[in-house]
């Protein structure tokens, strides 16, 4: 008797089940985000909010708090939140809020880091016949066979979004996401939200999809029992038509933002070795966020409430 369920049945399991990566690992020890890698994101982040002129900031998906402790550094008054399935970390900086679900409506600065590329989402191939069918999967053993089409809402979706798919072609749809960060925007009453993800537009969808784990800071097989993480790209102007909001790539609004990662002059080091190794080092961390590719090849999804926000449009 087969046990193959949809992959997105086994990967909500995997990820958010009673045993599921979410609730019983670290995710900074498995994958390094930019909040992880280095602290001028949260200095970005923290322009960003004055430039919208708000002290308030909520962040969906929050980890074990990274962004918010550097935010906390930075602006102590603020009034900061995090909002994640697991428990807050030992040690959480007493004034940051801790929330399993976003309330009914919030105003400040929403960010959501490498959130939607964990929304498990439906996986699709089309068959010899050209026919979308689902892909499922037997998690024990990690078996990948097709099954029934897809239904109507789905098969909609693609032919909006991912229209040029051949047979043999795997279509991760994005459907799930698009959702998931409508609702996040509609709790937004006055503010700004803003999700940063790896992904596509129309131009360059991956043809065999992009379904994958990360372990220990390694991409690998994608596992099922929640010991890793399971990831898939996101369609980033899917999700920007969605909510009416822009794209932009990380390393534009990064710049936008005044992050620079020009590197010091060699005459620094003689006049003051010092600051030159400062500088350095902060030049070093600007490139790794802004770099291509890399960090500064994911996507920004903005959208202001009530206020507007430039930070370039991609």
């Known amino acids: 008797m087969s046990t193959a369920v949809p992959v997105r049945e086994a990967w909500a399991e995997a990820l958010y089940g009673e045993h599921g990566f979410f609730l ?4 900074a020890e498995h994958f390094r985000t930019s909040a992880t890698a280095s602290p001028l994101f949260a200095e970005a982040i923290a322009e960003l909010a004055l430039r919208c002129d708000v002290d308030t900031v909520w962040d969906i998906g929050a980890g074990r708090g990274e962004l918010l402790e550097g935010l906390a550094k930075l602006n102590p008054g603020w009034s900061l939140h995090g909002v994640e399935l697991a428990a807050p970390p030992s040690g959480l900086d007493a ?6 679900q976003m309330p009914e409506k919030v105003t400040g600065l929403v960010i959501a880091n490498e959130l939607l590329d964990d929304v498990p989402c439906t996986v699709a191939e089309l068959d010899e016949h050209g026919v979308l069918r689902l892909v499922v999967v037997d998690a024990a053993t990690g078996e990948q066979s097709l099954a029934d089409p897809v239904d109507d809402t789905d098969a909609a979706w693609v032919a909006r979004w991912w229209p040029d798919a051949e047979p043999g072609h795997r279509v991760e749809i994005g459907r799930d996401r698009d959702e998931a960060w409508h609702d996040v925007v509609s709790c937004v009453a006055d503010g700004v939200a803003i999700a940063v993800d790896y992904g596509h537009d129309a131009r360059t969808r991956p043809p065999y999809g992009s379904l994958r784990s990360y372990h220990q800071g390694r991409m690998v097989d994608t596992v099922w029992d929640g010991s890793a993480d399971i990831t898939a790209d996101v369609a980033l102007d899917s999700v920007a038509a969605t909510v009416g909001g822009y794209v932009v790539r990380q390393r534009d609004a990064l710049h ?20 030159y190794l400062a500088q350095l080092a902060r030049a070093g961390e600007a490139g790794e966020l802004t770099a291509s590719p890399g960090l500064g090849d994911f996507g920004w999804v903005v959208r202001g409430v009530g206020r507007a926000v430039d930070l370039g449009q991609g």
């Open 24 to 27: 019983r690992e670290a995710p």
């Open 256 to 275: 936008a933002l005044g992050l620079d990662g020009t590197r010091p002059t060699p005459q620094l080091a003689t006049d003051d070795p010092q600051r």
């Open 95 to 100: 004034s940051i809020g801790w929330h399993t």
